[in-house]
């Protein structure tokens, strides 16, 4: 559950009662779920509007299938080389000199 535990959710729950109050949370729970409840009757009505715009006498789309091919013509030969991946760099294993004082 989003990396919280039932202790931190407690922790969290508790803060927000301290802050807000107990009866500030029912008010903002009430606003919250008409926000959402309004929300959702809007999308209800956008859709019925598309749904009436859509043509009565339209057929229903299906989805578009690629054509059956032959073994001939799925196997042809690759022509073009992959790119070639430069080598690293050699380098020395030997420590570099100190200098000396």
């Given amino acids: 559950m989003l990396g919280i535990g039932h202790w931190e959710l407690f922790i969290?729950?508790?803060?927000?009662l301290l802050v807000f109050g107990a009866r500030r949370i029912p008010d903002a729970a009430q606003g919250l779920g008409r926000?959402?409840?309004?929300?959702?009757?809007?999308?209800?009505?956008?859709q019925d509007e598309i749904d009436l715009n859509a043509p009565a006498n339209a057929p229903a789309r299906k989805p578009i299938?690629?054509?059956?091919?032959s073994v001939a013509q799925t196997a042809?030969?690759?022509?073009?080389?992959?790119?070639?991946i430069p080598a690293a760099p050699a380098t020395d294993p030997t420590?570099?000199?100190q200098p000396q004082a």
């Fill in 12 to 16: 969290i729950l508790l803060v927000v």
């Fill in 35 to 46: 926000g959402i409840r309004e929300f959702r009757k809007a999308m209800r009505e956008v």
């Fill in 65 to 69: 299938e690629a054509p059956a091919q």
């Fill in 76 to 84: 042809a030969p690759v022509t073009a080389a992959a790119p070639a």
């Fill in 95 to 97: 420590p570099p000199a």
